[in-house]
């Protein structure tokens, strides 16, 4: 009979899992040695949230669980944030944690705790199996809820003597492929979205993440082409249709791209694919959108349909289901003439470009954030993965570099945690061997997980990473300086530390940068490196469009 370790790698292995990742600890020895025999790759990092992060990142991109391990206790803590990430931002995950022996719960063992009490409220399913025959079982309905409806978290924890304990395993479930058919809308409300497209004059459409994990891109850019309607993305549907594209827009995040905040103003219908009208789009509220617009939601997930804002029309249904037959729909109809609203948008698309390509040509010393992506526009390979993790070094970025390709723009999520941006973007390495991911950072975000530049040696994945280095925790020192009478800033400074040389010390490479003439060449080199490489570039604390907006607002984030 199969050891419970034989058993949980069977179970993942029958449903097309390849990778894991993982830190070592004492409850996981037994599966990590029969998952290394069985020839599952096998990635480990330095914390415990690098590893499910990096879950995260497999979730995102190839939309399936990835699957995490770590040891119980202080293990399983450590891991939360990253399995709260995950689920905040809809991605496909499998965390397990070990624990102690089921003989010991609750008996003050070593690292006895109540693990599930802590995930209960960020997954999607959790569940201690209680016994070796029981984890197949386990492993499925886990595997399915992390896929169904809305993706996101799920978790196992799993008493170490459960590894070791031989079974026969519980009849697994009928379907183990994980995967349940989806919702379609209801063919009225099909018909009420077309006339309310034909009426419209202003009207514009936000594609978000459940678009992406629809696989509607080219359904999306059928859609917009055949109603003449424009687009923007955001989060996880950066790139599915590029910025290129005559009726992409950019991004829908309306601090960093004027297009988007006036358009969003003066629309009277909004169409909303996969996005839950959240904090990004400011609540869906009067700020932003005119109280007079129209709004119609689809969305997997019918607990998000009218939360914020009231609705015309609410479709809890698959996004590109819903394409489909709104498509199929407009074949009888013909696209009104939108070209005066198009131009607008242009228009204020082309202001917003020259703005910031102004800004981009003051000298400054330390150089401005826009010096370091203006240098880099031309030279961004098109295949690359953007990673942006957290900083107002980035948010400039955000607002100067387009997202060209499907899932080649990846963001920290909708709980925003900062750190985030550099262990997906291993997992994006570890996916896309022939191309880069960049990783743009300010210094504060960094210091989360800068031990895993030992991992990106140790496994050869050559990220680059763009360190926006301004001393401190900008974003923050901006907003008490602008919030606060006294002119005084507290707990917001750092040394302006030789990142690169930390990377130098882990195995990697690394150059320090003090001009705008340095960053292209620097870039080159990093792309010609087949190490990890890190840029640590010397700018000035500017507030970036995103923190003026909240100082102007006098708004948290």
Known sequence: MPTGAELFVSSIKNLGVTHIFTLVGDHLNEVLQVADREG???????????????????????????????????????????????????????????????QLRNRNAFQDMDQLSLVRGI?????????????????QCAYRAALTGRPGAAHLSVPVDLFTAVDEPQSPLQDDSGTTGQPRPDSADINRTIDLIDQAKRPVVIAGSGAWFADAGALLEAFIEKAALPLFTICLAR???????????????????????????????????????????RLGGP?????????????????????NRDLEV????????????????????????????????????????????????????????????SAL?????Q??????????????????????????????????????????????????????????????????????????????????????????????RELQLGHYDNQKTVACNLRRTRYDLVMKGFGGEGEFIETPEQVGPAFQRALASDKPYLLNIDIQGVASPFTQYQLAHKTVK
């Not at 809890?316 to 729909?329: N, S």
Request: with cysteine; net charge negative; hydrophobic share 40%.
């Open 383 to 476: 295949d690359a993965t953007l990673c942006w993790d957290g900083g107002d070094f980035v948010h400039w970025g955000r607002c100067a570099l387009p997202a060209r390709l499907p899932m080649h723009w990846l963001r920290l999520g909708a709980l925003a945690g900062l750190g985030v941006g550099f262990p997906i973007a291993l997992t994006a390495q570890i996916l896309r061997p022939n191309s880069r991911s960049i990783v743009f950072t300010g210094d504060g975000s960094l210091g989360f997980y800068i031990a895993e530049m030992d991992t990106a040696v140790r496994f050869n994945l050559p990220v680059i990473i763009i360190v926006g280095n301004d001393g401190g925790w900008g974003i923050e």
């Open 123 to 139: 997954t999607k399913y959790a569940a201690i199996p209680n016994h070796a025959g029981q984890i197949p079982f386990h492993v």
């Open 40 to 102: 599952l790759c096998i990635y480990d990092t330095r914390h415990e949230s690098a590893a499910v992060h990096m879950a995260d990142g497999w979730g995102r991109i190839t939309r399936t669980p990835g699957i995490s391990l770590v040891t119980g206790g202080p293990g399983h803590t450590n891991s939360i944030s990253g399995i709260a990430t995950a689920n905040a931002t809809g991605s496909p995950i499998v965390s397990v944690s070990g624990m102690s022996t089921s």
């Open 239 to 281: 790139g599915l249709v590029p910025d290129s594209h005559p009726l992409c827009f950019g991004y829908a995040d309306p601090t960093l791209n004027r297009a988007a905040s006036e358009a969003f103003k003066e629309a009277d219908l909004v169409l909303v694919l996969g996005k839950k009208i959240d904090y990004r789009l």
């Open 314 to 373: 609410g479709m809890p249904a698959d996004v590109k289901l819903t394409l489909e037959d709104l498509l199929d729909a407009l074949g009888r109809h013909n696209a009104p003439d939108r070209s005066s609203w198009l131009a607008q948008i242009s228009k204020s698309r082309g202001s917003w470009n020259q703005e910031l390509s102004k800004e981009a040509a003051q000298p400054s010393v330390p150089m401005h954030p826009l010096h370091v992506f």
């Open 287 to 307: 700020g932003l959108f005119s109280p007079e617009a129209q709004f119609i939601q689809v969305d997997i997930h019918s607990k998000e349909l009218g939360l």
């Open 377 to 381: 526009r031309d030279l961004v390979p």
